[in-house]
Each structure stands twice: as C-alpha cells, then as structure tokens.
C-alpha cells in the first residue's frame, strides 16, 4: 500500500504525512507502520476518468494521460519515495536514471529511524520559494514543483497535447523563457452551464505569454484581447492515428485571436503559431486551463483576496458582492474572472485587467508563508493542479515540470508586469480591436530583446549595458562616407536589397553593396566592423537603429576601401524600421505589477 493508501486506510490525511525538515528545507515522508501491515509496492495511479480533456483542448487529437510511474529527479532527494514498479512502457530512457534498489535497498544498508539523517542547514523557506516559484503561469509551475517530491501520485495526472513544433522544443537555461498559458470557454463539467458559449468548441477565451528574462530577475505577462483580429497562419496538427493534418489559416483578411483554438479542429499548438505570427515570439511551452481548474485550484489554496472599489451585481457572470475586500474561491471565483459589463468599460478589456488583478492576488498567496509550510495545501494544490491543466507534450512529465519551476523561482512579483496587447477599436466592426501599430510593435520589442518592464536590473547587468552603450557615443562618419556590404543571414528573402535601396535612395549610404545570402545566419541583425571604422559603425547604427549590442568591432584596422559587413537577422521586418528595442514601454499603456494589490473598479 503506498503512503496515500496507507494514510486513509488509518484515518490520516495524506498530506499530513508529508513534514517541513527544517534543516533541510525538505518536506519529508514520515510513515508509522501498522501493526502487523508490511508495505507493498502500489499499482501505478490510473488515468483520471471522466470526459475529458482537462482544458477543453480540442479532441483531434485528445490530450494524452500519463500512465506507469515517473522517472524520479535526478538530484538525489532521498525524501522522495523510492520508484515501484518497472519504467513506463514505450518512453525509452530519460536523462534521470533511477536508482537502485528503492526503499528495499535503503533498509538493508543499516537500521532505519524512520528519518533522514540531516543535512547541513539550508533556508527553508529559500526551498519553499523554489518549489512553488513562476506560480504565475497559471500556478501549474509553482505547484509542479512542489509535485515532485510525489510525483508517483501526480504523474498519472498529466494531461497533453502535441505541440506539432510550434514551439522551440523546450526552455533551456541559458535564454528567456516564454510560456503561452491558454483559458478556454469550454462549458464541460458540472456547474459550467451558465457560463461562456453554450456552443462553444473552447476557444482561446483568457490567453496571457508569459515571459521570463534570461536572468531570471523579472517578468512580463502579456494578455492577448480574445476579440483581436489578426493572422492566423496555417497549422499543421497531429491527429489520433499518428497522421498530420494542415488546418488553413485565415490568409490575409484575419480572424478574432481567439478562434486560433477549438475553431476548425485547431489545437494549443496553433495558438502558439498565431502568437509567433502576432509578436515575433516562438513559445517553449502552453498550458491550457478550463472553468473546473479556476475552481478546483483557488478551493485549494482556501480562496483568493480581492478588492472591489464599489457594489457589483453582474447577472451574467452571478456575480454580487459589495464594496471592499472578499475571499473568493470555487464558483465565486469564476464568477469573478468571467465578469465584464460590471467593471470598467464593460468590455473584454476591462475583463482582462480584473483577471490580471486576480492573477497578482493569486500569486502573493501562493508565496506567503501559510501556503508554503502547509504540506496539506501543497498536496491539495498540487493535486488540482495537475489535474485540471493540459499542457504540450514536452513538459508533461513532473520532473520536466519540477525543472522548469525551478528556472522561474527567483522572480519577485515586485517585477512581474501584467500588461496587455495596445489596440484600438475596429472601425470596421465596433465588437472587435486592432493592433495599435504606435504602441503594440514597442511592447514585442522589448520583450523580443528582453528589457525589463520594471527598473530591476544587477549590477553586473548594467556594468555591461553601459560598456556597449559607449560603442553608440562619438563622432559620427559623413553618410556619403560609410562603406557596407550588406548580407541576408535569416530575413525575409529580398531583404538584403530592400536595405540597399533604402540605405542608397533614402539615406545617401551610397558606398554600399547587396552581397546576397551569408555564409552562416546570424540570430540577430549585426554590424561587425574594424576600430578605425567606429564613425562609420555610428553612423549607420543611427540610421538603422541598432542596438549596442548588434555592434560587432574586430581588433584590427581595416583598409581604407574596405567595407562593413552588416549581416540581416531575423529581426530585420523592414528598412527604415529602428532594430533596437525601446528602453522604455510606450506611454498610457496598461500595466500593473504583480506585488500590487488593486481594487476593480
């Protein structure tokens, strides 16, 4: 029997069973065998039953459940119960092994207390902040990694979808991380009659890219309007029987964001291409939640706190609550989340600030100490969690989760942004919005190049930004003067010549030439030039809007025809369009950061 079993079989609450070692920072197993009960091994959790796909993903094809027992993590945590059972079938190995032995091993190497022998003093509430770290997208990472330490339990949990290589294949440790984390208006489950579309197939109805910078120090959640007409770029989706299917995309008239899912049997994965075509940003993973997981995962933290600056009476969220400060959880909070015509403007926008502001709340508890030392909380958190979220199949495994949790736990919400996509109302249809093109391109730039939303920034981190600031500062070359050879490295084909034409009829760079495609891509546009070529260098950073750090100077003098050599990256859309990412976000847009507590209005 395992230790859940064993737990109810003897009246104990599972998660009581799991305790805080302070000296470790660890929550540990702590069974009292019954009299006369010796363990066995349990059979692996089944599938969760049940219609369906948590999420409301489409069923072409349907989210996949784990099956067997997980590959335990490869960090060496003896408080995580030992593996039972054999590997899951048909996954091939893992880069965690397992190891030897188990439990079985760990008693005969000596006599058993019953506790782990300590180990040196760690901070536990620094762990604590390390497991449920990057709560923010959609609480999956957060409690993912506290779901590791059972990860036997939770596993069979998961489920997923092919991400049909929309995505990067995986967020790494050394870049920014990006996850897309999709709220469909499915109406599957009891209680969800009375909300979204009756008809609805789930579409992309709550749709936030949640960006981490590269350091780790700060975050941006970017909300997505539903109602946004934009491209939706044709997807090619894996079905049941293993063959691909092309789905059309809209081609140039556009559609609302949110039919990138459910409409046309379209899948999360073609969501994430919608928001590469939209901001320039490929996604390394998606999550998509439905209405049971807001319920199932506030009831499971015992409430959310939010604040209302006046009475709302909503009849078609149910919402009714007076003035001042609630603990919402279960219906209410969905109530809350679906509630539109009764705060702000009544619109979809005014929606996503009280969701963004919901989300804030949502993350100050998650972090506060009574939901980190509680191990019951943790065991119910995790638990809904797990079940209530579909995620892509590169990350539906608690390890894989546990791992990714831990590359988001260092971000305070004090730098955390919930902003939203700049639009303007449709003039063509008043019930949809469009991209503000003065606004919307500055707000993907910076998250494209990773600049922070928030003045955090390390000390190391500015030593380096102003050392490239200094290759901007000094006299500039005479247009006329400035000798380039322009090359295509990863821009739209003809981009080369388009830069030509441009730098020559527009700008006076007549020293230049279209050397065609590069020997090699470059992941960004770069300038590399000789020091007795730096005016030159300015010159042409200025006019094309280059960044710092797109300046690559050599250590030799270059001859006095010699030319430049400016190599087009992906980043290059179109000539006369400035490269380098604003420092700044545009003025008036909405914003507000994660450690705030607002009341909806």
């Not at 000296?23 to 059979?43: F, H, M, Q, V």
């Not at 293993?242 to 081609?251: A, F, L, Q, R, V």
């Not at 707000?443 to 930004?465: C, G, L, N, P, W």
């Not at 430049?564 to 507000?592: N, R, S, Y």
Request: charged share 25%.
């Amino acid at each position: 029997m395992d230790a859940q079993g064993r737990g109810r079989d003897e009246g104990i609450d599972p998660a009581d069973q799991w305790v805080l070692n302070p000296d470790t920072g660890d929550y540990e197993l702590r069974l009292t065998p019954s009299k006369g009960r010796s363990a066995a091994p349990a059979s692996p959790r089944s599938s969760r039953s049940g219609s369906g796909t948590a999420g409301g993903a489409p069923a072409a094809p349907s989210p996949r459940r784990r099956s067997g027992t997980a590959t335990p993590p490869d960090d060496g945590r003896t408080s995580v119960p030992g593996q039972r059972g054999g590997r899951r079938s048909g996954r091939g190995d893992r880069d965690d092994a397992r190891q030897p032995g188990g439990r079985a091993a760990g008693r005969a190497a000596g006599p058993s207390t019953g506790r782990r022998r300590p180990k040196p003093k760690k901070s536990g509430k620094k762990k604590a902040l390390v497991w449920t770290g990057g709560v923010l997208a959609f609480l999956l990472v957060g409690v993912g990694t506290a779901g590791y330490l059972v990860y036997q339990h939770f596993n069979g949990n998961i489920a997923s979808v092919s991400s049909d290589g929309a995505g990067t294949g995986g967020f790494s440790k050394d870049r920014a991380i990006n996850i897309l984390v999709i709220g469909t208006d499915k109406r599957t489950g009891a209680g969800n009659e009375g909300y979204g579309d009756k008809e609805s197939v789930g579409h992309a109805d709550t749709t936030i890219l949640f960006h981490v910078s590269k350091d780790r120090t700060n975050a941006t959640a970017l909300s997505i309007p539903r109602d946004l007409i934009t491209a939706i770029p044709d997807c090619p989706t894996e079905q049941t029987d293993g063959s691909t299917k092309d789905i059309p995309g809209t081609g140039t008239e556009g559609a609302r964001f949110n039919t990138s899912l459910g409409q046309s049997d379209r899948t999360p994965s073609c969501t994430m291409r919608t928001v590469t075509e939209l901001t320039g940003m490929k996604a390394d993973h998606f999550m998509v939640a439905d209405f049971n997981a807001v319920k199932s995962l506030t009831s499971a933290v015992d409430g959310v706190e939010v604040c209302l600056a006046k009475d709302i009476k909503d009849e078609k969220s149910h919402l009714n609550l007076t003035k001042g400060e609630h603990t919402l959880q279960g219906e209410q909070a969905l109530s809350f989340l679906r509630t539109r015509y009764s705060v702000g403007f009544g619109s979809d926008l005014s929606r996503i600030e009280l969701q963004q502001q919901f989300l804030g709340s949502l993350m100050r508890k998650l972090k506060s100490n009574d939901t980190l030392t509680s191990p019951t909380k943790m065991w119910t958190l995790a638990d809904a969690a797990t079940k209530a979220l579909t995620v892509d199949d590169k990350i539906d495994d608690i390890n894989q989760l546990r791992k990714l949790g831990m590359e988001l736990a260092s971000v305070d919400p004090k730098n955390i942004t919930f902003t939203t996509v700049p639009v303007l109302d449709n003039p063509d249809d008043k019930a949809t919005v469009i991209l503000d093109e003065s606004k919307a391109p500055q707000v993907f730039s910076m998250m494209r190049e990773d600049v922070s939303f928030t003045a955090v920034e390390k000390q190391e981190k500015a030593a380096a930004k102003a050392e490239n600031a200094a290759k901007l500062k000094g006299e500039m070359a005479d247009p006329a003067d400035v000798r380039v050879d322009v090359f295509n490295g990863g821009a739209p084909a003809g981009s080369a010549q388009e830069a030509l034409d441009w730098l020559q009829n527009e700008e006076g760079v007549l020293k230049s030439a279209n050397q065609a495609n590069a020997p090699e891509k470059v992941a960004k546009t770069q300038l590399v030039y000789a020091p007795n070529q730096a005016d030159q260098a300015r010159r042409l950073a200025d006019l094309m809007g280059l960044s710092a750090s797109a300046l690559k100077p050599t250590t030799t003098d270059a001859g006095a025809t010699e030319p430049m050599v400016l190599t087009l990256g992906p980043d290059f859309k179109e000539a006369g369009t400035p490269l380098a990412a604003p420092e700044k976000a545009p003025k008036d847009i909405q914003q507000v950061q994660a450690d705030k507590a607002v009341c909806a209005k």
